[in-house]
């Protein structure tokens, strides 16, 4: 089983609202990611969480904030987003992260859009 | 900075049709190189290429990793409109934790098989 869920599939917010991103696995994998996709470009890395501990913040805003309250959920805490932060937003995880054969699986993401 | 190529941009065939899919490479200490196609959603995993010369193959899907040359390519025959999708090639960079690592897309492939 290489699946990864995330909730929601969409999210419409204002500007001013509170929201967060919800991900999860069971696959016992040890580092987990929030990865932001524009629409015909790539996914670029936000954050990555190893061992439960915050590894990388990609110099991503403060609007951002994430969460791994255990090793199989990760969240997105979005608050005061800009327009531009509309895009899809993508979880990934990994077996342990630092290995050269680790492989990244990722989930179908929530498209988020902000008015 | 690792740098990840890939060539065309778009790209249109019939069905029945095989394609090759390019992804030039420029890392330092390199690793692996993965392949994932992304339909609407989540970039599905398709393949891992550690060592040169070998070729990872599923179904109608194949690619082979040339590490003098530094790139790969991705080879799908008898192309069906279901392998219409963005491709992605990706360098996976182990972060300075050691227990992490950063996914760095190449542009990504567009494909549209026709009836």
């Known amino acids: 089983d290489t699946e990864v869920t995330q909730t929601p599939k969409h999210l419409v917010m204002g500007m001013t609202n509170k929201k967060s991103l919800k991900c999860e696995q069971h696959?016992?994998?040890?580092?987990m990611y929030w990865y932001k996709q524009k629409a015909k470009k790539p996914p670029e890395l936000m954050f990555v969480y190893s061992y439960e501990k915050l590894s990388i913040n990609e110099s991503v805003p403060s609007r951002f904030s994430p969460e791994c309250p255990n090793s199989s959920l990760l969240n997105l805490h979005l608050h005061a987003l800009q327009p531009e932060d509309s895009a899809l937003y993508l979880c990934a995880s990994s077996q342990e992260g630092g290995q050269a054969t680790d492989t990244q699986y990722f989930g179908p993401g929530t498209r988020l859009t902000v008015l | 900075e690792d740098k990840v190529v890939q060539s065309p941009l778009s790209l249109v065939v019939h069905e029945g049709d095989t394609v090759t899919l390019n992804c030039s490479y420029e890392?330092?200490?390199?690793?692996?190189l993965l392949w994932y196609k992304q339909e609407k959603k989540a970039p599905t995993f398709l393949f891992m290429l550690?060592?040169?010369?070998i070729e990872k193959k599923s179904g109608r899907l194949s690619s082979i990793l040339d590490k003098k040359e530094l790139f790969s390519i991705l080879n799908i025959t008898a192309t069906q409109t279901g392998d219409s999708a963005v491709y992605l090639c990706a360098d996976p960079i182990s972060l300075n934790t050691g227990t992490a690592s950063k996914l760095t897309f190449g542009t990504g492939t567009r494909l549209q098989v026709t009836l």
């Open positions: 696959m016992g994998h040890r580092a």
């Open positions: 890392v330092t200490n390199f690793r692996s």
């Open positions: 550690t060592s040169s010369g």
